[in-house]
């Protein structure tokens, strides 16, 4: 499994560059991943991720954009003002989980 360097620190990836140990992720990484895709995080794409993280830990699996509608409360529309063009697959990445199965 590849390791790159961010910020000075070695952390696991995929083929596709998402965090292959998601326990390797904190806040401190989520703003350097974030601004590697261009976003600057507002306390609105903190909910998201936490509710990312949240889900995650309970379920096993990266949540979709559905599930962040439906169960996170955050409109489809909003993720993608959040997190521009690939909302599922960025919010995946910046909070440091395996892509959503489903997502291109």
């Known amino acids: 499994m590849p390791v790159v360097q961010i ?9 596709e560059g998402f965090l292959s140990r998601p326990e ?4 401190d990484l ?3 991943l974030a601004e ?3 976003i600057t995080l507002t306390e ?3 909910e998201v991720l936490r509710f990312l993280r949240a889900d995650y830990a309970d379920r096993g ?17 909003e993720q993608f003002a959040l997190f521009p063009r690939k909302p599922g697959r960025k919010m995946a990445y910046v909070a440091g989980l395996p892509k959503p199965h489903g997502c291109v």
Do not use: L, N, S, Y
Request: proline share 5%; hydrophobic share 35%; charged share 35%.
């Open 7 to 15: 910020r000075e620190r070695a952390v696991h990836v995929d083929d």
């Open 30 to 32: 989520a703003r350097a």
């Open 61 to 77: 699996q990266t949540p979709t954009t559905r599930r962040v509608d439906v169960v996170g409360g955050v409109p489809v529309k």
């Open 24 to 27: 390797e992720w904190d806040e």
């Open 44 to 46: 609105r794409h903190w």
């Open 36 to 38: 590697q895709i261009g």
